[in-house]
Nanobody, 114 residues
Framework: QVQLVESGGGLVQPGGSLRLSCVAS????????MNWYRQAPGKEREVVAS????????NYADSVKGRFTISRDNVKNTVYLQMNSLKPEDTAVYYC???????WGQGTQVTVSS
């Protein structure tokens, strides 16, 4: 069965960096686009980054463009989200997901605060 396990979240000061990881199993990882989403308290879940199945050209939400970088390793079945210049408004639970699958992992909490 599909499984996605996110990790790497934590508490960081404004301007800091974090690298999130998502390890996938139960499907052919290299055959699917992967997305990162986030959900802040009281807000709807939103997509922040998307990467094609072979890597390469990614897409980003305007709010994170130039600060976040999505990447993937199809040998390790892992997708990453490098987050730099973090802001308090980046505080949220972050999830990875296959767009076509109706499955959400447990997410990883990112808190940006001084």
């Amino acid at each position: 069965q599909v499984q996605l396990v996110e990790s790497g979240g934590g508490l960081v000061q404004p301007g800091g960096s974090l690298r999130l990881s998502c390890v996938a199993s139960g499907f052919t990882f290299s055959s699917y686009r992967m997305n990162w989403y986030r959900q802040a308290p009281g807000k709807e879940r939103e997509v922040v980054a998307s990467i094609p199945r072979a890597g390469g050209s990614a897409n980003y939400a305007d709010s994170v463009k130039g600060r976040f970088t999505i990447s993937r390793d199809n040998v390790k079945n892992t997708v990453y989200l490098q987050m730099n210049s973090l802001k308090p408004e980046d505080t949220a639970v972050y999830y990875c997901k296959v767009p076509q699958f109706d499955y959400w992992g447990q997410g990883t909490q990112v808190t940006v605060s001084s």
